[in-house]
């Protein structure tokens, strides 16, 4: 019988050449561990595997969502984000009721105006898209929590996130519209506002003209550490939003830092953000994994329109589970950290977790 001795370990050989038996190999003996440890008990079954999970998904954890558009009178599908569409006002309170029935925490919206201009007035006008999405979203599901997207990009003719002069984008003389835009959702209706335009001063600016207009007690999630992906592609043909000269890489995050996005959050939590948020989710995990670390306030991350198309034309090929993938691909999110997670796989994800 062959026998090998390394360490403390003693290794047998599978089969005994004098009887051609098998010989149950011995154990190796580990201080505190094998065999008297095996982790592998907990594994044994489903229910063992229920019982001792760390990470568990709910419906409530997700917010879905909306690209609603005043130019449209029937839905329009997004054709790089198979399952999404644009949705014309009057369409919104069947899925409001559907959503809210689901168990799905909120919606966040984005909206798409008939007409552009230099100032993106859309943005911050009464009667706008998004304030008339509010107003028929609470009346169809009062309780739904609606969340409204905060910037310009969708509502300027150039497409940037802020005023324009001389092919600059100018930071402080943008702050007093993404004002006055959070305050007439407020108006409206909307449960929280999020400014993604990552001006700097952005959030103080927001809570300031909030408290001054009687808006003390609405809560502010902020796009904290918004990098300048690629992966936002689909989310330009969704809300029309693609700049019309350079790029966005003057104001989002560059990919490659990562300690700049804790100063980044560090500044927002003291100009007075309730929520944070790391955006896009799955290439910055990591940076997910240190705000979460650092700060106790409820972390947001946007699993954005990449990520889902990516998975979903994986699976349209066969190439993946798209259940399978999609709930371990959420679960990883919020291991990192989240706490709420954006996602365009909210209503899917919700009816998958409501399956016994």
Wanted: some cysteine.
């Amino acid at each position: 019988m062959a026998l090998e001795t390394g360490g403390d370990r003693r290794v047998v050989a599978a089969t005994d050449t004098a009887t051609d038996t098998i010989v149950a190999p011995r154990r190796p003996v580990v201080a505190g561990g094998f065999p008297a440890r095996r982790l592998r008990r907990l594994r044994r079954n489903e229910g063992l595997r229920r019982l001792v999970r760390e990470t568990t998904l709910q419906p409530d954890d997700f917010i879905y969502p909306l690209f609603v558009s005043e130019a449209i009178t029937e839905p329009a599908p997004i054709t790089s984000m198979p399952g999404q569409a644009q949705w014309p006002l009057g369409t919104l309170a069947h899925q409001a009721r559907q959503i809210a029935a689901l168990g799905i925490g909120g919606v966040i919206l984005f909206g798409i105006p008939a007409v552009k201009d230099e100032l993106g007035s859309g943005a911050y006008a009464a009667d706008g898209v998004v304030q008339r999405a509010i107003r028929e979203i609470k009346d169809a599901a009062p309780d739904l929590v609606v969340v409204t997207d905060v910037c310009l990009c969708e509502y300027t003719s150039h497409g940037h996130c802020g005023l324009v002069r001389g092919g600059v984008v100018q930071n402080d003389e943008t702050l007093e519209l993404l004002a006055r835009e959070a305050v007439s959702h407020a108006a409206a209706g909307a449960d929280v506002v999020a400014p993604s335009d990552m001006m700097d001063g952005r959030v103080a600016a927001l809570r300031e003209a909030l408290d001054a207009s009687g808006y003390a007690d609405l809560p502010i999630l902020a796009y904290s550490a918004k990098f300048a992906s690629a992966f936002y592609g689909p989310f330009r043909e969704a809300a029309e939003s693609a700049p019309q000269f350079g790029d966005r890489r003057g104001y989002q995050m560059d990919p490659a830092n990562g300690r700049e996005a804790l100063r980044e959050v560090e500044l927002d939590v003291l100009e007075g953000a309730d929520m944070v948020m790391v955006k896009p989710a799955l290439p910055y995990l990591d940076v997910l994994a240190r705000v979460r670390d650092r700060w106790n306030l409820p972390l947001a991350a946007y699993n954005v329109s990449g990520e889902y198309a990516m998975l979903k034309a994986a699976a349209a090929n066969g190439w993946l589970d798209e259940r399978r993938a999609t709930l371990e691909l959420l679960g990883g999110i919020k291991r990192a950290g989240a706490d709420v997670i954006i996602t365009y796989h909210a209503i899917e994800a919700a009816r998958w977790l409501g399956e016994p």
